[in-house]
């Protein structure tokens, strides 16, 4: 079948670029909410002297992405009135995220814990809207098309965090909370507009009925590659996730950290999104990852020598390289993971997938701050390498056994 033909839906489909853009979007507001409330932050307040321990409690903010398998098989499920399935809960999850928005933008003065309450229940409409928004992608595209599916959802999120945690923290000092927090909430509203004139139902590839409750056989099957992928999401961010701190400590300023890792590291990330879909096409999942997992692990060894010399030129090197690598795994991680998520459950499925192994990950992405604190950076990443190294091969395992049985049926 051409990349270009539409879908096999009982009617003409959308041209590919038609398709893709409701995804865009949407993905473009889910970067730029949480790197705005995640990501920027930590830079800011360690430049204040807050600790590396208290640095990665921040990570909580991000807890509902790893938790949204407990309630995933109430948006397979449940069907709400005057929008499609899965419209309707992209819909309503981001009409709730704005309104949060709206409050939060009149709390500068705030709390700090009741600050931290309405971030955790922002993302939480958003993880929300996210899993809705892969199942749609499960039910509505292709397998031909969902390897530019994943680069439009990369691109976007980088695209996303390019505004949310490189240009408005960056402008910070001039607009103030109030503006910014505004801005990502118009901008929730203005990109969700898109999403509502997509054709769901005729595009809807068909398929086995949606089951009433989890089902323990497909969590069984699915464990161990939840199990895979939470092991491979930890060593990612240990050894990529932190490296803005580590390079605030070898004495880079603070401009040229968010620059590197904020507003760099998402253009870098959403140019690697849009090659990667064609380099999956041409020249293949496993062999794309196997380059840039080595390409990961080679950054994590400059790593190392940069924090032993405490050199921050070398320490930026590395990092770069580790940007430009690690982008290069979204597109063929996403797009498997997109395969495994096939069957009567897909919001479901994806948020085993996905949420439940960024679940398992999360106490490493709060405590690898500390840990680092408490070791020092060269032996931190110096246990971190191996790691990753593991976690990678574990996952390339796990592909090749799917590609190859994929094989087999045909």
Sequence with gaps: MSLLAPPRTGGAGPSLAHQLAPFFCLYVTFGTSLGFLASGAPLILRVRGIDLAQVGLLQLINLPVGLTFLWAAL?????????????????????????????????EAWPLPALFVLAVATCFCLATMDIALEALVVETVGPERRPYVTSAKIGGASLGGIVGAGLLIAAYDRIGWEASVLAVAGLNALCLLPMLRYPEARLRLGGAPAARGLDLARLRALSGRVAVLGLYFAAMFALGGVTNLALIDLGVPLGTVGLVTGSLSAGINLVMALVSGLLVRRVGTVPLITVAGLGVGVSGLLMIGACALGSGGLGLAAAILGILCGGGLGVPVFTMIYRWAQGPQPATDYALLFGAAFFAAMPLRVGAPALAGAVGWPLYFALCVPLYGIAVALLRRDIVRTLAADRARV
């Design 75 to 107: 948006i397979d499920r449940v069907r709400l009135p005057g929008l499609p399935h899965r419209l309707g809960w992209i819909a309503l999850m981001q009409g709730a995220a704005i309104a949060l928005l709206g409050v939060l933008s009149l709390g």
